[in-house]
């Protein structure tokens, strides 16, 4: 995943956070507007200071929190020192403490210093109320400070919901960056053994032969001279293999295939569907498990999938993803190599790209239908 596909990932879970939250704020808001009003003007000071509050949080969650951190808390701070001291209400406390508590969490450098002023700002209000307030001392004490603080501890603990559902979020995105390196890091292990298999299983023979021709060489120079033959034969099938192997040309079982692309798919937290609706025969199957295997790659590799469907039917093998990124389709290589091997069998492969969706299709005229068989996950 590029720094840019990360900042847009991010830019949606933040977006999709404020969904969440913006909801519930914007109820509580609204009832503590119908509760405390007592007239319009009242109703509509209040629904300044909530809409203000809205606007923050999405600015926030859209990474432009900077710019409206300051005129949003002298907006919520007004509106809640004209609610209190002018108009008896205290449900402006609920706006100006989200927008209060948000400011002290993006400002990390001045932390302190931003809890101890608004802190010492509502000190200064809540004691200018008691002084100027006409009722018992203790009545008016229990009104706007003990209902202020209740209120604000409101909008205190939304604002901590907002960060935590956020952070969970990211995680979850994070988590899933992982397990998709971690499915192609898996792959990459897997073509390492097959390269094991093949390499390994000669060198150790062409290692005893060399030893046996060795001891052959002065007593038997015939018998010799066949180990060196057979030695040079094995190492030439060794380089065609190892070459089929690096052009994906080497013999794949397609059921294989199918089996191993849903486990990457599962293990990379990407929902996958294969229908098989039939069986093709042993030709068709090696090189729709090519495209297969390469798609899967490319899928893990390029792709913000979410859901999968893999579609195998007697004309060949279809794979569709969403995630795909806007604008050109991107440079395949391993895709177009393929594309000239399957037009070779006389087929077509064709790749479609719209609305956030890639398509890659195999057709095969050869395939040959076997039975049919449906593996939903």
């Not at 302190?112 to 700002?121: D, L, N, P, Q, Y």
């Not at 030709?283 to 297969?292: I, K, N, S, Y």
Request: neutral net charge; hydrophobic residues 45%.
């Amino acid at each position: 995943m590029t720094s840019g596909q990360s900042e847009k990932t991010q830019g949606q879970l933040r977006t999709l956070n404020f969904g969440i939250v913006s909801g519930a704020i914007s109820a509580v808001g609204a009832l503590l507007v119908a509760g405390d009003a007592r007239t319009w003007w009242d109703a509509l000071l209040m629904g300044v200071g909530l809409a203000t509050t809205l606007l923050v949080v999405n600015r926030w969650t859209v990474s432009r929190f900077s710019r409206v951190v300051l005129p949003g808390l002298i907006v919520t701070a007004i509106v809640w020192v004209v609610g209190v001291l002018a108009l008896n209400v205290s449900a402006p406390s609920y706006g100006f403490a989200i927008v209060a508590t948000i400011a002290a969490f993006e400002l990390p450098r001045h932390r302190r210093a931003v809890i101890a002023g608004i802190a010492a700002f509502a000190v200064v209000v809540l004691a200018t109320k008691l002084v100027v307030a006409r009722e018992d001392g203790v009545a008016a004490l229990a009104e706007f400070v003990f209902i202020s603080l209740c209120v604000a501890a409101a909008g205190i603990v939304f604002t901590m919901l907002i960060y935590a559902v956020h952070d969970l979020i990211t995680e979850l995105g994070e988590s899933r960056r992982r397990e998709a390196e971690h499915a192609v890091i898996r792959e990459r292990m897997r073509f390492a053994g097959d390269l094991h298999d093949i390499q390994g299983h000669t060198l150790h023979v062409v290692k005893l032969k060399l030893a046996l021709a060795r001891k052959l060489v002065r007593v038997d120079t015939e018998r010799a001279e066949d180990e060196l033959q057979e030695i040079h034969t094995l190492v030439g099938e060794t380089i065609a293999q190892t070459k089929e192997l690096a052009y994906a040309q080497r013999r794949l079982n397609l059921s294989a295939e199918l089996e191993n692309a849903k486990n990457l798919f599962e293990a990379a937290g990407i929902r996958v569907r294969v229908d098989r609706e039939s069986e093709v025969d042993s030709h068709a199957g090696e090189l729709l498990g090519q495209v297969l295997r390469e798609t899967t790659t490319n899928i893990l590799r390029h792709a913000q999938a979410r859901q999968v469907r893999i579609t195998l039917s007697t004309m060949g093998i279809t794979i569709v993803n969403d995630g795909a990124r806007e604008g050109p389709l991107p440079d395949l290589r391993g895709l177009s190599t393929l594309r000239q091997r399957v037009a070779d069998s006389a087929g077509e492969l064709r790749v479609h790209q719209q609305d956030g969706w890639f398509c890659t299709a195999a057709t095969l005229p050869a395939a040959t239908p076997s039975d049919t068989r449906k593996d939903d996950q």
